[in-house]
């Protein structure tokens, strides 16, 4: 009796990788490739399984799949929208094809197959609402400047490369369109917008007194962020480009 159950388990190990309680289904699995080199009726005590139960499970293997068919289309319809549908909308899917179906039955037999819908990733979105001083908007969607250095925007845009999404702060002068500064990276922070400044001031060598207007869309460049990047200001070189109490950068929505 020893030899049968120990054969018996490491069976089970065998058709199972997952440590948990053994189901019915496997430990009728297991007699039933084990049948042949020991009693059935040894296997079945050793399993406690009754031998109703055996031979019921054993009938539902040999019994034809009612499912065979709408699982194969499931599975063409699953590939080939590249594995972005989930239960439900392969189940719609399958209603416009004139085969009506529970969406609990596809869940079930997708899950059968082994099949799982991919989640949609949320877009970046930098616009995070009225968080603390918004100031006016001077610009008023005047986008022309008479001189260089007079008018500014700026904004960070998202791109896809490779499946990879990387992100552009740049720096707009517009009198000419010239763009005086940009940084790229993997992430929207504020370091980003840093940079993509500091190469800017760089680049325009400002005067140390300016009436330069700055224009972005309240995104990572906020209200919360002047402060950072007033104390940053002094690495530009640009001296009182910010004054403390009348500041030249102005924020206001979407351009």
């Not at 392969?90 to 596809?106: F, S, Y």
């Not at 763009?179 to 370091?191: A, D, L, M, R, T």
Request: glycine content about 6%.
């Amino acid at each position: 009796m020893f030899t049968y159950g120990k054969c018996l388990f490491k069976k089970v190990e065998s058709l199972s990788s997952r440590k948990r309680c053994i189901q019915t289904k496997e430990k009728v699995r297991a007699v039933y490739e084990l049948r042949l080199d020991f009693p059935l009726q040894a296997l079945l005590k050793v399993a406690r399984l009754k031998k109703s139960t055996y031979y019921y499970h054993l009938q539902k293997w040999t019994k034809p799949d009612k499912y065979q068919e709408i699982k194969e289309r499931i599975q063409t319809l699953f590939h080939h929208h590249k594995g972005r549908y989930g239960y439900r909308r392969i189940c719609l899917a399958l209603r416009n094809e004139g085969i009506l179906i529970n969406h609990k039955t596809v869940q079930r037999l997708m899950k059968e197959l082994s099949l799982k819908g991919t989640v949609r990733p949320k877009k970046y979105r930098s616009y995070k609402g009225t968080v603390g001083y918004v100031a006016e908007n001077v610009l008023q969607r005047d986008f022309q400047a008479t001189e260089p250095n007079q008018k500014w925007v700026t904004d960070v845009t998202e791109f896809k490369i490779n499946g990879q999404k990387i992100y552009c702060s740049a720096v707009l002068n517009l009198f000419n369109g010239e763009i005086v500064g940009y940084e790229v990276s993997k992430s929207p922070n504020f370091e980003l917008v840093q940079q993509s400044f500091k190469k800017a001031f760089a680049y325009a060598k400002l005067p140390e007194k300016s009436d330069l207007i700055i224009h972005s869309d309240q995104g990572w460049l906020s209200p919360l962020s002047i402060e950072k990047l007033h104390k940053k200001v002094h690495i530009f070189g640009v001296g009182s480009l910010i004054p403390e109490e009348s500041p030249s950068l102005h924020y206001n929505q979407l351009i």
